[in-house]
């Protein structure tokens, strides 16, 4: 049984944060209702499907029962109270606001049931300049700063090629959701927690992002952002991602390439030599890579413990051999969508291990449980 068996989630949630949050907590063994009002979650329909479902729809809402109630009508409300009483955990992620205008703000909630979390996500909080903005992933994107990091050479900023922080917030809500529930424990009472899309992707592009602010009366040294340090390889048949930072680090990548003459240099010994002679320790490294095939350098990489690692696309991660030992992707019997493939869940509990293959995810055809 996983770790948060007998918990209970009601999830009405829709598109990826929310969702996947509730994904994670019924991988982990919670037991998670999807509430769908009678259009369905928009998401369903987007992007490859088959049978009417897609991929993403089943990625964020794999495990899950599923049972369709429309909010706006009055006669669905007992019902609506009888799942509110009934869960540990309720997720929304509507504009603030909107449950409010249903007839169930998190008052009402907590009066009829005072041991439920409520998690509620939001684009950009529950006030504030932004609060009645709509947020997708590329509008918080450009507000954190992240597509300004992702300028190259000119200065033109660009969007991350994924929902970095639609899956970067829905982590941060199952932790949270994990957190109110262990101080649950504790007290008896349930809260409230509220989980700003902004405010977690400003955590989340703080770390390296930003060190050059982390200074108020500014660092002693400015910095190259750290973005400028990152950059991928050409090799004789593709690519290969790998770093250096450390003394040891070099001396395993110099060892992997079966020490080639033009990075034998004493000054590219530490980490301020190599600094100073960037360009040119650059340029060595990558004519040294390029004199080389993919497998070659891994085989390098792995014999020497080096810090690099083969560029996968789509096709290739797939049959990647890591990837397979890790068993990362498995295959869920989706009905008449045929199996589809999601990822397993990552972590590894050695107690209370987290389902390995999940159900499929609900298909809300007509009212009722699904």
Known sequence: MGPLAGIRVLDLSQIVSGPMAGAWLADQGADVIKLESPEGDPVTGFGARRAGISGIYVAVNR?????KLDLKDPASHP??????????????????????????PYERCAALNPRLVWCSITGFGPDGPYANLRAYDPVVQAASGVCALQAGADPEPRLVGTLIFDKVTAITAAQAITAALFARERTGAGQKVEVPMLDAAVAFNWVEGMYN????????????????????????????????LQD???RALREALGHPESLADPVFDTGAGRFAELPRMMAAMGAEIAKRTVAELMEGFTRAGAVGCVVNDRISLMADPQVRHN?????????????????RHPIRFSATPAVDVPGPAPRLAGNGPG
Do not use: H
């Open 248 to 250: 040891v680090e070099f």
């Open 79 to 104: 019902r609506f109270e009888e799942l509110v009483r009934w869960a540990d955990v309720l997720i929304e992620n509507f504009r603030p606001g909107a449950m409010a205008k249903l007839g169930f």
């Open 63 to 67: 495990g899950k029962r599923g049972e």
């Open 213 to 244: 602010q982390a200074f108020v009366e500014g660092p002693e040294v400015p910095m190259p952002d750290y973005a400028t340090f990152g950059r991928l390889w050409r090799a004789k048949d593709g690519w290969v991602a790998l770093s250096a």
């Open 327 to 343: 068993r990362c992707l498995v295959e869920v019997d989706q009905g008449p969508a045929g199996r589809v493939r999601v990822a």
